[in-house]
């Protein structure tokens, strides 16, 4: 079976959070090629974007979860990516979340986030979420804190240098 059939579509009042594929591409490398990509790894080129897609979409095959592609569903527009996430070398399952140039301020990665949190939460039965953040990134920070996770600690990551463990409410905990 194709891994992208396993990838649930969800949505929201006015998001649709779908599988990853080859029409990101674009939206992605535009994104790592602007400073907003700063606290997750960028700016980076069009090649490392190109392998951090096929990331990405990797996850799903070798976890069984990870991150979507953010649609407005009103207007098609892709404004993110969202999900969930636990590579090699993180401390544990994650809730992270990109917004697009251009789509910040409107509440799209907190609804989104949600969203992907409730299936962490439902459909994967997980009891409790982090999401790591640069203690610089002070809208991540706020994100964070309309989903009601609170923060935890450091961590010393080896790439990504010291980020911030924020711990998200444990599952039946959540608004």
């Given at each position: 079976?194709?891994?992208?059939?396993?990838?649930?579509?969800?949505?929201?009042?006015?998001?649709?959070?779908r599988p990853?594929?080859?029409q990101?591409?674009?939206?992605?490398?535009?994104?790592?090629?602007?400073?907003?990509?700063?606290?997750?790894?960028?700016?980076?080129?069009?090649?490392?974007?190109w392998?951090?897609l096929?990331?990405?979409?990797?996850?799903?095959?070798?976890?069984?979860?990870?991150?979507?592609?953010?649609?407005?569903?009103?207007t098609?527009?892709?404004?993110?990516?969202?999900?969930?996430?636990?590579?090699?070398?993180?401390?544990?399952?994650?809730?992270?979340?990109?917004?697009?140039n251009?789509?910040e301020?409107?509440?799209?990665?907190t609804?989104?986030?949600?969203?992907?949190?409730?299936?962490?939460?439902?459909?994967?039965?997980?009891?409790?979420?982090?999401?790591?953040?640069?203690?610089?990134?002070?809208?991540?920070?706020?994100?964070?804190?309309?989903?009601?996770?609170?923060?935890?600690?450091?961590?010393?990551?080896?790439?990504?240098?010291?980020?911030?463990?924020?711990?998200?409410?444990?599952?039946?905990?959540?608004?």
């Amino acid at each position: 079976m194709n891994a992208a059939r396993r990838i649930p579509v969800l949505t929201t009042e006015r998001l649709t959070l779908r599988p990853l594929g080859q029409q990101d591409l674009a939206p992605l490398t535009a994104f790592y090629a602007s400073t907003r990509s700063q606290f997750v790894g960028g700016p980076a080129t069009a090649e490392q974007v190109w392998r951090m897609l096929a990331a990405e979409i990797g996850h799903w095959a070798l976890r069984g979860y990870g991150r979507w592609g953010v649609d407005i569903t009103e207007t098609g527009e892709t404004c993110g990516m969202v999900g969930l996430w636990n590579p090699e070398g993180w401390p544990e399952p994650e809730v992270g979340w990109d917004l697009y140039n251009g789509f910040e301020g409107k509440g799209y990665a907190t609804e989104a986030a949600r969203a992907a949190r409730d299936n962490a939460y439902g459909a994967l039965g997980w009891r409790t979420l982090i999401s790591l953040i640069n203690p610089a990134n002070t809208g991540s920070q706020g994100v964070a804190r309309r989903l009601g996770a609170a923060y935890e600690g450091g961590f010393q990551h080896a790439r990504f240098g010291l980020v911030e463990i924020w711990r998200h409410p444990a599952a039946g905990d959540t608004a």
